[in-house]
């Protein structure tokens, strides 16, 4: 194959560079240990200080002494001001300091600092002097100390070390919008790079300096070649072989090439090395990950080694085809897999390297082999661990939602583009290079699709996104492009989109944020009747789901596991019935932060298989029963270990839920405290129990006949009586959340909610009204979307019934605590409507009715008047949680009675806990 880069060309002030390089070089040391000192690589993550700079009115020349924090790398200032109810995150200046302390007989080597990731630009200062600058959060990136070093001083000794990142938004620079967070900070590592002066190039985006490539390969033959450029900095002209040796898993050398280099001072010399063809290599694969790997050195004029870089080599190869999917190795492969972003709550994007590596683990024990790194080039550990466990890869630059229609913008987009692929080029499981997610999603403010200004904005969309397609094309002929819409099929055909990329991704959303899931398949079968040329990957879908909700009737945006189960059984039925989608990515792997969000759980995106914390959801285990071939089982829920419910009648002590359990076999076998309960069919990965839990510990066991796959479950169960005086059920506690369907089971404080229910005599429940629905917002079945301050359970105070009477509860005389939870849900300021809500009419946040009056009402408690006149004038503030407990002693047959009389509006309540103490 022919590159059409000059290798080494483009040398600027700073370069980016891949990590798999200096873990490489980590490597290559060990292996010189004894000989001649080649290039040292140093990880500097230890022994930092920071301090913020809102003002920005630091002087790096004089830094001051006072007020800096000692930190660790990785480091974001964002990981805990993304939770809080504050509205908005830090995007401001931050300064890093550190003092190197550089060996004497390091004089004569070339000196640059290695910064895996910084969002999102970054000025590096050494002894106050301005060394390298870099504008991107997402990529690596170098900077040559030597000339700084020299001019502030001898190399030897110490330097002070100055860097400041800003994560502010900066309309030049992509992303300017999204539904994550841009974390602020020195959230990858940094290394220290000491070579000698003969060294592999340096200068080339950061990358290894070494290129791979396998331009044939079968399963009788293979070739591997490698291209590069060795740079001369000492002052005299020198002669020196570059020798690569291909070595295989064992270490045995099964390829050598030498080639020799004259070069002047000051010169750089290019070099390409073709190993002769291997038989019957091992080929790369998912099954079978084999890897390869490429060792090169500079050796000089005495065979010592200089310079060693090594690179992972794998041997495959694939197509995409229009109408039968992805084919690898000449077999048809199904992509199947997930989105990935790189935070964690608590740690923001600043993850240690094991924490990248196990979610590209967590993905293969899905039983997946294809990772979207969306929407960002990420940690490189990602992409090796994908190498090694044969996970194919997608990788993309972070133009979200919008462009800004500036040649600066267009240059950034480039750079970035040429460092993902420079810096990911030889990693044997990157198949697709990406560059727009749904581009179109957000058009300019003012800028209509058939305006003057919309039709100009969209020729420039397309014009960068071919300028970014050639640009690829040209760096790396041997992957993908891809180019990722969200479902507005004209729009992106209308502004010429659709037929740039050689892979289409589709970002669908059917049955989440529009209604009808029907719609998926028939978006699929349309893009093959118009576009029959051009492969297709659903690139995106996904439903929120919040652990702590569950609903035997399950709703479209309940944000229910259940849902999601039924959502993703759905999907995935449609996709594997259709050869020609190539293949799919579960949005998301894991729950993400997106500070914007207000949702069941605020700043958060609930759509991962997997929490925040990486605990599988339902749909996790639904996707194992569905993609991996050794026998499995598991019982679903497992968040919702404790449970509620109402005994099934006045003289029985169970109540009936439902149990899914996940497989891959034909049926389960449930056992209930050891006693059969039944065995149940599974259907596309699910069987589905009607249990009937009694009070207490409930210890359930999953098994398979004849397979010595099993799964146990304990369900702490609170079994409620239907009559509240019953001896036989002594009642204790009810927690019961208003205008909702759902159950909410919470660990944190060991509570379950249970649904709102009508009064029925001897029981419990409201008298009277209705259940909230947010006004003009289709896509919620009830309750708000809003976030709700002043709390962590928000998805209990975004429902309520209003309008209603009376909750009463028919408990027996005794000592209580009853507790009321209210919010204000309608006279709030209206949210910033969020772009990345797909369904237009209905964007999460309703206008706010002005007009509306506000509320005021009395409540009563056994008819003492608790809370006069709640209203806005006291405590009931628009999305702010309220409650109140009050003793009560209940007499013999008096029970508890709750009064609401509105004395403007109509009276509400949220949420009702009601305790017997005694
Ligand atoms: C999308 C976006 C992604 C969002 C997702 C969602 O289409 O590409 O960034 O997070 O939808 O959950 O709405």
Redesign the pocket.
């Given at each position: 194959m022919v590159f059409s880069w000059p290798v080494g060309a483009a040398l600027r002030p700073l370069r980016a560079a891949g990590r798999q390089l200096v873990l490489l070089l980590l490597l290559g040391l060990v292996a010189t240990a004894g000989r001649a000192q080649g290039r040292v690589t140093q990880r500097l993550n230890t022994g930092w200080l920071f301090r913020k700079d809102a003002a920005r009115r630091l002087n790096p020349a004089a830094p001051p002494a006072e007020g800096w924090e000692a930190v660790s790398l990785p480091h974001t200032w964002n990981a805990q001001d993304v939770l809080d109810d504050e509205p908005g995150y830090y995007r401001g200046a931050g300064w890093y300091r550190k003092t190197l302390h550089l060996p004497a007989d390091w004089a004569q080597h070339r000196l640059y600092l290695h910064f895996e990731g910084a969002n999102q630009e970054t000025a590096v200062y050494v002894n106050g002097r301005l060394v390298g600058q870099h504008a991107g959060g997402y990529t690596a990136f170098r900077v040559p100390l030597n000339a700084a070093l020299a001019a502030t001083g001898a190399p030897a000794g110490t330097a002070e070390l100055l860097v400041k990142v800003d994560n502010r938004h900066n309309p030049r620079i992509p992303p300017l919008s999204?539904?994550?967070t841009f974390y602020g900070g020195l959230y990858r590592d940094v290394y220290l790079l000491a070579a000698q002066p003969v060294h592999f190039d340096l200068d080339n985006y950061a990358s290894a300096g070494v290129f791979v490539t396998t331009p044939q390969v079968s399963a009788a033959a293979a070739t591997v070649q490698l291209r590069g450029a060795v740079q001369n900095d000492a002052a005299t002209a020198r002669t020196v072989r570059v020798r690569s040796r291909l070595l295989d898993a064992a270490g045995q050398t099964v390829g050598e090439h030498t080639t020799k280099l004259k070069l002047n001072a000051g010169q750089q010399a290019s070099f390409a090395q073709a190993f002769k063809p291997l038989r019957q290599p091992r080929l790369w694969s998912p099954a079978a990950p084999y890897l390869y790997r490429a060792v090169s050195e500079v050796l000089d004029e005495r065979g010592q080694a200089l310079d060693e870089v090594t690179n992972p080599v794998g041997l495959r190869w694939f197509r995409f085809d229009a109408a039968q999917g992805f084919f690898l190795n000449g077999q048809p492969l199904k992509l199947i897999g997930t989105n990935r972003h790189q935070d964690q709550p608590g740690l923001g994007n600043a993850l240690p390297e094991a924490l990248h590596e196990r979610d590209v683990r967590l993905v293969k024990q899905l039983g997946g082999n294809f990772l979207r790194v969306s929407?960002y080039p990420q940690h490189p550990a990602v992409l090796q661990a994908c190498d090694r466990l044969g996970i194919l890869a997608s990788v993309e630059i972070p133009v979200?939602n919008a462009i800004t229609e500036s040649e600066a913008f267009y240059q950034r987009c480039d750079s970035m583009q040429t460092e993902m692929i420079r810096q990911s080029y030889n990693h044997p499981s990157v198949i697709i290079w990406a560059y727009m997610?749904?581009v179109l999603l957000q058009l300019p403010a003012g800028l209509k699709k058939d305006n003057d200004a919309g039709r100009a904005y969209l020729q420039n969309v397309a014009r960068l996104a071919r300028r970014l397609d050639n640009l690829t094309r040209r760096e790396d002929p041997t992957r993908a492009t891809m180019l990722v819409c969200?479902g507005a099929f004209e729009l992106y055909r209308d502004a010429g989109l659709l037929r740039i990329p050689t892979v289409l991704g589709w970002?669908l959303?059917q049955g989440w944020y529009s209604p009808r899931l029907e719609d998926f398949p028939a978006f699929l079968e349309r893009h093959r009747r118009e576009l029959p040329d051009k492969p297709l990957l659903v690139t995106?879908y996904?439903a929120d789901a919040d652990i702590r909700l569950h609903s035997p009737q399950p709703r479209r945006f309940d944000k229910t596991s259940e849902y999601a189960t039924r959502y993703h059984q759905y999907y995935l039925r449609e996709i594997l019935a259709r050869p020609f989608v190539a293949g799919s990515a579960v949005?998301n792997l894991a729950e993400f932060n997106?500070e914007k969000r207000q949702e069941a759980v605020p700043h958060v995106?609930n759509?991962g298989l997997m929490t925040g914390e990486r605990q599988p959801k339902d749909a996790y285990l639904f996707y194992q029963a569905r993609l991996l071939a050794a026998p499995f089982v598991a019982i679903g829920a497992r968040g919702w270990r404790r449970r509620a419910g109402v005994a099934a009648g006045p003289d029985s002590l169970y109540c009936v839920q439902p149990v899914e359990v996940f497989t891959n076999q034909p049926t389960v076998e449930l056992r209930l405290n050891g006693r059969v309960l039944g065995m149940e069919p599974a259907a596309e990965g699910v069987a589905r129990f009607q249990v009937p839990f009694g009070p207490g510990v409930n210890q359930l066991t999953a098994s398979v006949p004849g397979q010595a796959v099993t799964d146990q479950a304990d369900v702490d169960f609170q079994l409620l009586p239907t009559k509240l005086a019953s001896a036989a059920l002594p009642f204790t506690e009810l927690n019961v959340s208003l205008g909702d369907e759902r159950q909410f089971s919470d660990e944190a404080r060991q509570q379950v909610w249970l649904p709102e229910q009508a009064y029925q005599p001897g029981g419990w429940g409201y008298v009277g009204g209705r259940a909230y629905k947010q006004e003009g917002n289709g896509q919620l079945p009830y309750g708000s979307a809003r976030n709700i301050l002043g709390t962590d359970y928000d998805a209990l105070y975004q429902t309520q019934r209003v309008g209603l009477s009376q909750f009463r509860l028919d408990v027996p005389a005794g000592q209580y605590e009853v507790t009321l939870h209210f919010a204000e849900l309608e006279q709030a300021p209206p949210a910033e409507a969020l772009a990345?809500n797909?369904e237009k009419a209905a964007a999460g946040s309703a206008p706010a009715p002005a007009t509306r009056p506000t509320r005021s009402f009395d409540v009563r408690l056994n008819g003492q008047l608790v809370l006069p006149a709640l209203g806005p004038d006291n405590y009931l503030t628009p999305l702010q949680a309220v409650s109140f407990t009050f003793p009560v002693t209940v007499q013999a047959a008096q029970g508890i009675t709750l009064e609401f009389q509105a004395l403007r509006g109509e009276a509400v309540l949220n949420g009702l806990q009601v305790k017997r103490l005694y």
């Open positions: 999204a539904d994550f929407h979200v997610n749904e969200h970002n959303y995106e996904g949005w997106s995106n759509k990345y797909l």
